[in-house]
T-cell receptor, first 114, second 118 residues
Framework: QKEVEQDPGPLSVPEGAIVSLNCTYSNSAFQYFMWYRQYSRKGPELLMYTYSSGNKEDGRFTAQVDKSSKYISLFIRDSQPSDSATYLCAMSADSGAGSYQLTFGKGTKLSVIP | NAGVTQTPKFRVLKTGQSMTLLCAQDMNHEYMYWYRQDPGMGLRLIHYSVGEGTTAKGEVPDGYNVSRLKKQNFLLGLESAAPSQTSVYFC?????????????????FGPGTRLLVL
């Protein structure tokens, strides 16, 4: 079983739709959860960061972490064509439990159609 | 601040040739990482460094060597390139591993180097 599972898509939605992107994980030691956005032929850039369980909102983006289910989500409201990108989830354990590494999902490719 | 920069942006090598990829960061980050990204495989960690003069192996280190002689630079070397090393290579850096600073383990990526080995 992979440590982090992420549906690769592709996911195609009309402009204005609500998008839900998800990752599941198996390592209960993960405490830090991130979402990265990667445009075509660019490096990943940090979109959202969450520590432990709960929700975090930033504009049209909401990140949710459910540690009891080992499940994280990224919601995009009022999606725009500029949101078309690959979204990577990433997570890491507390420094006392693992190495200095992030574990990445393989990414979900999203296309928002005007 | 330029953030994380990578040199070169694109390179074509013949099998058996060697090359060095350069990563530089101006954020005074302690930790630096080299990844490769291949279709269907996601990001895979090659080597990383937790400070000047240190290096450690990641998930896929074979065929690569690294050096961190200066805090701001992290070099990735291919001694004898193989077609299997055709990939996009990303460098990243982070302030620390979160123990001291929540969010410090957040990694910032460079724009990538596209390498084709024929």
């Amino acid at each position: 079983q992979k440590e982090v599972e992420q549906d690769p898509g592709p996911l195609s939605v009309p402009e204005g739709a609500i998008v839900s992107l998800n990752c599941t994980y198996s390592n209960s030691a993960f405490q830090y959860f991130m979402w990265y956005r990667q445009y075509s032929r660019k490096g990943p850039e940090l979109l959202m960061y969450t520590y432990s369980s709960g929700n975090k909102e930033d504009g049209r983006f909401t990140a949710q972490v459910d540690k009891s289910s080992k499940y994280i989500s990224l919601f995009i409201r009022d999606s725009q064509p500029s949101d078309s990108a690959t979204y990577l989830c990433a997570m890491s354990a507390d420094s006392g439990a693992g190495s200095y590494q992030l574990t990445f999902g393989k990414g979900t490719k999203l296309s928002v159609i005007p | 601040n330029a953030g994380v920069t990578q040199t070169p942006k694109f390179r074509v090598l013949k099998t058996g040739q060697s090359m060095t990829l350069l990563c530089a960061q101006d954020m005074n980050h302690e930790y630096m990482y080299w990844y490769r990204q291949d279709p269907g495989m996601g990001l895979r960690l090659i080597h990383y460094s937790v400070g000047e003069g240190t290096t450690a192996k990641g998930e896929v280190p074979d065929g690569y060597n690294v050096s961190r002689l200066k805090k701001q630079n992290f070099l990735l070397g291919l001694e004898s390139a193989a077609p299997s090393q055709t990939s996009v290579y990303f460098c990243a850096s982070s302030y620390d591993y979160g123990l001291l600073t929540p969010g410090g383990e957040t990694q910032y990526f460079g724009p990538g180097t596209r390498l084709l080995v024929l």
